[in-house]
């Protein structure tokens, strides 16, 4: 997805409406104003392999603004400047070089370890722990299952999903403990599954042309995103943690 400059215009210009985002969002602000309150006014907040920017627009939205971000792709950095966020170049396998000096209270990583192999992974984390102040915290949200890869993840370039055991591997060995974590969404996840199962069906017969896909990031219409992301809202009050879902949502802090 790095090259691929159309992928990153359909994010820019759904991902403040499609449900999906606005629910990962959410997710995000409400772990950041419960583990903070009133302890601080305006944390420091990096979202690392930001693409377009979407998330720090939306907490810029929600009143924080010590907000930057970072990404590889120059097609992502050009859009979120478009945005007139403080998003410059970096890479997360080369994470100390990114504004060495600067610490930060939270570090977001949304849908973009799947680029790292293992050992590439924890170093990330690693560093991602190196750069918090003290009190500091870490999201991420990342694909999870090998159940539900298709083709989506074709086109982002995903090559791999994860588990709860993969990351409680990863952030042992990283000094890091997950204090809160979550499959989502559960509740759309039987669809979900049958839809990728039917996609990898097509491609197995050869009905689908692997290098012409397009990803999931389209936006269904009003009421049928108005309907997914009540579904997935309520799923998030009724259900603090999830054991089956697309993706895996978690909090980290150092040990």
């Not at 003290?134 to 090998?146: K, R, S, W, Y």
């Not at 039917?198 to 990803?215: E, F, G, M, T």
């Amino acid at each position: 997805m790095i090259d691929n400059r159309l992928e990153y215009q359909r994010m820019f210009e759904v991902e403040q409406q499609l449900w999906w985002y606005q629910v990962l969002h959410e997710r995000v602000l409400k772990q950041i104003n419960q583990h903070f309150k009133s302890q601080k006014k305006d944390p420091a907040i990096l979202d690392a392999a930001c693409g377009t920017g979407g998330l720090l627009s939306y907490l810029r939205k929600n009143g924080f603004q010590n907000l930057s971000g970072f990404d590889y792709s120059q097609h992502a950095i050009d859009f979120a400047n478009e945005r007139d966020l403080n998003v410059t170049f970096g890479d997360l396998k080369n994470m100390e070089s990114y504004s060495p000096s600067q610490m930060f209270d939270v570090i977001c990583c949304n849908d973009a370890l799947y680029f790292l192999n293992d050992h590439e992974i924890i170093n990330a984390l690693q560093n991602f722990k190196n750069r918090l102040n003290p009190n500091g915290l870490i999201i991420i949200n990342i694909h999870a299952f090998e159940a539900f890869s298709g083709i989506h993840d074709l086109a982002v370039g995903s090559q791999r999903r994860f588990t709860m055991q993969d990351f409680n591997r990863y952030s042992n060995t990283a000094g890091l403990k997950i204090t809160y974590n979550t499959y989502w969404p559960f509740l759309l996840s039987l669809p979900i599954l049958a839809v990728r199962q039917w996609q990898n069906y097509q491609i197995r017969r050869n009905a689908i042309d692997v290098s012409q896909v397009d990803s999931d990031v389209k936006y269904p219409g009003d009421l049928i995103n108005s309907v997914l992301r009540a579904v997935t809202k309520t799923e998030a009050v009724l259900l603090k943690k999830a054991p089956f879902g697309s993706s895996l949502f978690m909090v980290l802090q150092p040990k």
